[in-house]
């Protein structure tokens, strides 16, 4: 495929499982593969808060080209393959005073979104990450945008990703949330609850959804204990353009609304281990199906990185 046939056509991305543009430039040393590693002081920090901060993907011109590709998801121009997506809302709030856009699997209808799944300084610290001590193989699972204009920008109400998620099993999975503008408390960014990875219910499954039109940040205290209320302490990310938190699929988190004057845009990118089953016979995703019991794999679902496959020496593995 032609990296210009992702955008903007109705070709789908999702069949080539491999970057299509130039982006990002391919890493074939031995050594670069090697420093996108996350050290070992950084694996013991997310193991203890549930989420590692401020860790640096993306250079501020990739940033502004990812960013042109917005357009397609405010309004300002139309994608013809729109019908691609998972979902699609312009204001998930419903509210006209608290606008949050929200949509998934954008990374089937443009090079730039596609060729983020694949993206090293990502994948490898995910490999890390779901599976300390070694290096596991991981798979895509879905992207999600959000963004939250000037001034009246919508909250995303705290909660788990994986209370979204328990179609699939076992619970394998990491997000990774990479801010495309500056995050401060002042224009919504991400906020975390630490520690909160371990709060379950019924032998391990995740907390309820208590919002889900995003909008009611509070609504989570209803359902928390008094030892995770003493706990919610919320800690504010204050992620530069470019820089990524990973965060564990229990990890509590949210964001209030923008009232800055400046827009709040980020990309979403969630993985899993391979292995990972389908927990339904219902769609996994919009008119995707897999049956009950089976791997998730296969187009929609690609393995984004395979440490037998990469220059990593055996320590490492």
Not at 35 to 58: A, C, K, T, Y
Not at 108 to 129: A, C, G, I, M
Not at 218 to 233: V, Y
């Amino acid at each position: 495929m032609d990296a210009g046939e992702c955008s903007p056509s109705l070709q789908d991305c999702s069949m080539v499982h491999r970057p299509v543009g130039d982006l990002f430039a391919p890493v074939t040393d031995v050594d670069e593969w090697q420093s996108f590693m996350l050290s070992l002081s950084q694996i013991e920090q997310f193991q203890r808060d549930g989420f590692l901060l401020n860790v640096p993907v993306l250079t501020p011109d990739q940033c502004d080209k990812i960013l042109a590709d917005y357009k397609y998801f405010l309004g300002e121009e139309k994608h013809p393959g729109m019908e691609m997506l998972y979902e699609y809302h312009s204001n998930q709030s419903g509210d006209p005073d608290n606008v949050l856009m929200h949509a998934l699997g954008h990374w089937r209808l443009t090079k730039h979104f596609h060729d983020l799944v694949f993206l090293p300084n990502v994948v490898v610290p995910v490999s890390q990450l779901l599976d300390p001590g070694r290096m596991s193989s991981v798979r895509f699972w879905h992207d999600q945008l959000f963004a939250k204009p000037p001034f009246h920008g919508g909250n995303v109400a705290w909660h788990q990703d994986y209370s979204y998620w328990t179609r699939t099993t076992p619970m394998a999975h990491l997000t990774v949330h990479i801010a495309l503008d500056d995050q401060t408390e002042e224009n919504g960014g991400l906020h975390y609850i630490p520690g909160s990875h371990r709060w379950t219910r019924d032998d391990g499954k995740p907390l309820p959804v208590t919002d889900f039109s995003f909008k009611d940040m509070e609504s989570i205290k209803t359902i928390l204990t008094e030892e995770e209320k003493d706990g919610f302490r919320p800690v504010c990310g204050n992620l530069r353009k470019g820089e990524a938190s990973f965060h564990h699929a229990l990890a509590v988190h949210g964001s209030y609304g923008n009232r800055s004057d400046k827009p709040r845009r980020a990309a979403v990118l969630n993985y899993f281990k391979d292995g990972v089953c389908s927990n339904t016979d219902g769609e996994i995703l919009k008119d995707i199906c897999v049956p009950k019991g089976s791997k998730m794999d296969g187009q929609f679902f690609p393995l984004v990185f395979d440490p037998e496959c990469m220059p990593f020496n055996e320590a490492s593995k």
